[in-house]
């Protein structure tokens, strides 16, 4: 079994892989972290400055609050704010403004650079629902299917998602059931060029049928996972959300499990509006995971809070830029320390 997480440690001494290390999580028999067991702390240094580099504003926006002398009700007003601004929404918002008084009245603290730091504590547990390690292992093959609004990042992140699972020893197929857009599947073939991944693919031909044809393919070649991904679209276009709800059936009917996971990739810039399309999507898929993107640009970040308050489903993943490096396992104290940095 593969489980793709990381190993709970400061971000200052977090670590990221070697190849080495990753070779031998292969041969272990338990679930084992494959995303970074090992050493290398410049690059995984660099991926969190990345972090919270894309996260700054929201960051320097917040701790304007603290630098007062007194904690007061203009202090708590002037956090609401901050935090709506950064689009963790109404309802996580009170939660945290409440969670947050408790700690202080706890802590006894009387200076409002304690109270930043018990902020950083409220966000890391509120998002601590939506850490939860992709597993790998339990079906042959693990189907996961990928969807998202139009231009999310799915098929980077399907890319850079490939990279992750051949490099743990794991042989991928995917499926190009974006059968719209011309550019996607040459996108998705540029990584079905290495060696353990292969691709199933038909130009203008039926999405559900090219996902059919690649489940089928993954069981009969003994794949160890299979990766639809789909053509982009938004949940007010009908037609398009009831052919994602048949890619899904027809990939049951090629096998009964499947698919085991059916992510939604969301770019981190949409702000509020994400919460509505993962909403939309978990009515017409049912999901079991998300993969978070472009956090290294604009993104305020704060809308991790509001899917953790009003619809917790498992972030499995975030990307910080557009290189096959630039995906990451999600750390919610991690990220709450990014977002307050
Ligand atoms: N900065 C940044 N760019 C990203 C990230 N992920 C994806 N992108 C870029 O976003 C753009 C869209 O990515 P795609 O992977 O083509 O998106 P898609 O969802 O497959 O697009 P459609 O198939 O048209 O729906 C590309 O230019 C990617 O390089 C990220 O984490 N950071």
């Given amino acids: 079994m593969f489980s793709f997480f990381r190993k709970k440690s400061p971000p200052e001494q977090a670590q990221a892989p070697t190849p080495a290390a990753a070779a031998a ?12 067991p090992a050493p290398a702390a410049p690059a995984r240094q660099g991926w969190l400055d990345r972090l919270k580099n894309g996260l700054r504003k929201t960051g320097s926006n ?14 708590y007003e002037e956090l609401e704010t901050a935090l709506l601004m950064a689009d963790t929404g109404v309802k996580a918002t009170e939660h945290l403004l409440q969670d947050l008084k408790r700690r202080v009245k706890e802590a006894k603290a009387t200076e409002p650079a304690q109270v930043k730091g018990l902020l950083a504590d409220a966000i890391a547990d509120l998002l601590q629902v939506l850490q939860k390690p992709l597993e790998i292992g339990a079906h042959h093959p693990t189907v996961i299917m990928v969807a998202g609004v139009n231009g999310a990042g799915k098929t980077t992140s399907i890319g850079k998602l490939t990279k992750h699972l051949a490099d743990s020893g794991l042989s991928v197929l995917l499926a190009a059931a974006d059968t719209f857009r011309a550019a996607a599947r040459e996108q998705l073939a540029v990584w079905a060029d290495r060696n353990t991944v292969e691709i199933v693919s038909q130009e203008g031909g039926d999405p559900a049928a090219v996902s059919f044809d690649a489940v089928t393919a993954g069981r009969a070649r003994a794949r160890d996972v299979v990766l639809v991904d789909t053509a982009g679209r938004l949940p007010t276009q009908q037609h398009l959300m009831h052919e994602l709800g048949k890619i899904k059936r027809v990939v049951q009917k090629a096998e009964a499990s499947a698919p085991h996971e059916v992510l939604l990739v969301i770019d981190g810039n949409t702000g509020q ?8 999507f978990d009515d017409t898929l049912g999901l079991t995971g998300l993969i978070v993107t472009k956090l290294d640009g604009t993104a305020k970040g704060g809308v991790l809070c509001a899917i953790a308050r009003e619809k917790p489903i498992p972030v499995y993943f975030i990307g910080v830029g557009e290189k096959l490096e630039d995906l990451e396992t999600f750390d919610a104290r991690e990220f709450a320390q990014a977002l307050l940095s």
């Fill in 25 to 36: 999580a292969t041969t272990a028999p338990e679930a084992v972290s494959v995303a970074e």
């Fill in 62 to 75: 917040i701790a304007t609050v603290f630098t007062g002398t007194r904690i007061d009700d203009d202090l």
């Fill in 273 to 280: 509006n994400a919460l509505a399309q993962v909403k939309a």
